[in-house]
């Protein structure tokens, strides 16, 4: 889920990829919810750092949101943009949480740079 001011959070079922290392890991992630009258899009691609191999790592993340309405091409909110945080990692779960800001176009009227708040919990059910 993703939340930023002044904005509907936009939050939808993901997957992720994920290419580990021996203390960091890449991710991309991507989501779609079809609601009806506005259908959610989720993406992002971020890089997670692990101090000596641990369990709480830094992350850094490029996000795309949306929420957009029936009319193709229009938008009631989409923004993209940098944030940066913690992820916490466990065999069975992931937590994630990244602060930053986004660049957000509601309607192509009202384009401004928003504070963002990203928060990602993962629970391990398959795992290949």
């Known amino acids: 889920s993703t939340v930023v001011s002044d904005g509907k959070p936009v939050t939808v079922p993901i997957f992720s990829l994920e290419f580990p290392g021996k203390n960091h890991m890449l991710s991309l992630t991507g989501g779609y919810l079809p609601t009806g009258g506005t259908d959610q899009k989720f993406f ?31 938008y009631i909110q989409q923004g993209f943009g940098p944030t940066a945080g913690l992820m916490w990692c466990e065999k069975s779960y992931r937590i994630h949480l990244t602060v930053g800001i986004q660049y957000f176009d509601r309607l192509n009227q009202d384009r401004r740079v928003e504070p963002t708040i990203n928060l990602g919990v993962r629970l391990n059910i398959l795992t290949f």
């Open 44 to 74: 992002a691609g971020s890089g997670i750092y692990f101090p000596n191999g641990g369990k709480l790592g830094y992350m850094a993340r490029v996000i795309y949101a949306s929420e957009s309405i029936e009319t193709f091409g229009s």
